[in-house]
């Protein structure tokens, strides 16, 4: 059993990249932030069959992606979709156009490509690139097979071509 002081460490260590993790699978930081909380719980619950085989933070890594999940295929996930679309929509007609402006710049062209890529390929870029974990361990926490993680980083890569254009795609693979 954890006592606070220990639970509070963890969540202080461990509460910001989880809710990276988290965001870039449900893309909306209230959810994100709740899915983290949801994560920590499930993990102070099941902290007695944590048998320290990997370390808390590719466990903890573990617990927020299959929440994530869970959240994706959830009936509460899919009418939220469609009512955050509506909303967008009407806030889109009453944006102005340098608030439009101001948007587009502060999203860069690679990283929206990027969230746009099926959930599949976008976690096994962001583990990989952004979180520079090894394909090994990409393949460990997402419960697949090495070849299965080098196979959708290549797609995704080929997906990413395809969307930024050839010229831009050179730009970007010599940074």
């Known amino acids: 059993m954890l006592s606070n002081r220990e639970m509070n460490e963890l969540m202080d260590t461990y509460s910001g990249y989880l809710l990276q993790i988290s965001y870039t699978y449900v893309k909306n930081w209230a959810t994100a932030e709740d899915l ?15 048998r320290e085989e990997a370390a808390v933070k590719t466990y903890l890594t573990r617990i927020a992606i299959n929440t994530c999940h869970d959240y994706l295929r959830s009936w509460k996930n899919k009418t939220q979709i469609f009512s955050n679309l509506l909303i967008k929509k ?11 402006l101001i ?3 502060e999203q860069t062209e690679l ?17 990989f690139y952004y979180e520079e974990y090894t394909g090994v361990a990409v393949a460990e926490l997402l419960g697949l097979s090495e070849n299965t993680v080098k196979t959708r980083l290549r797609r995704a890569r080929a997906m990413l071509k395809e969307r930024l254009g050839e010229m831009e795609w050179e730009v970007l693979s010599h940074e």
């Open 36 to 50: 983290v909380q949801e994560s920590f719980i499930k993990f102070f619950k099941s902290y007695g069959q944590f």
């Open 90 to 100: 009407e806030a889109d007609r009453q944006k102005g156009i340098e608030a439009r």
């Open 103 to 105: 948007a587009s710049i």
């Open 111 to 127: 990283t929206k490509h990027v969230m746009q890529l099926p959930i599949i390929y976008r976690e096994v870029i962001l583990l």
